[in-house]
Nanobody, 123 residues
């Protein structure tokens, strides 16, 4: 059973930064494409960043140039550096392994979701 543990969220003012972390327990990060997703209240969960096994990254247009996804295979951890945050970035953020490397259409995910980490951006 794979466990995903997200952390790093919080309350930040518009224009601020946060760095999210996701630790993967029970599987090898190096063997998986990984994605960060977010879900705002009343909306579906959508991918915002994909990081392939080969080091290829893709971002949703809404976060391109502001968010950077990285991975540390030795620590079995993926990260999402979020800069220039906007109120519309407010959401619960999740990570998961993905079965494709494109943002659209959203790739299928492999594991059960973790608890996520809440990001709130105030204007």
């Amino acid at each position: 059973q794979v466990q995903l543990v997200e952390s790093g969220g919080g309350l930040v003012q518009a224009g601020g930064s946060l760095k999210l972390s996701c630790v993967i327990r029970g599987s090898e990060l190096s063997l998986n494409h990984m994605g960060w997703y977010r879900q705002a209240p009343g909306k579906q969960r959508d991918p915002v960043a994909i990081f392939s096994i080969g080091g290829y990254t893709k971002y949703a247009d809404s976060v391109k140039g502001r968010f950077t996804m990285s991975r540390d295979n030795a620590k079995n951890t993926v990260y999402l550096q979020m800069n220039d945050l906007r109120p519309e970035d407010t959401a619960v953020y999740y990570c998961n392994a993905v079965r494709g490397v494109n943002i659209t259409p959203p790739p299928a995910t492999k594991w059960n979701w973790g608890q996520g980490t809440q990001v709130i951006v105030s204007s």
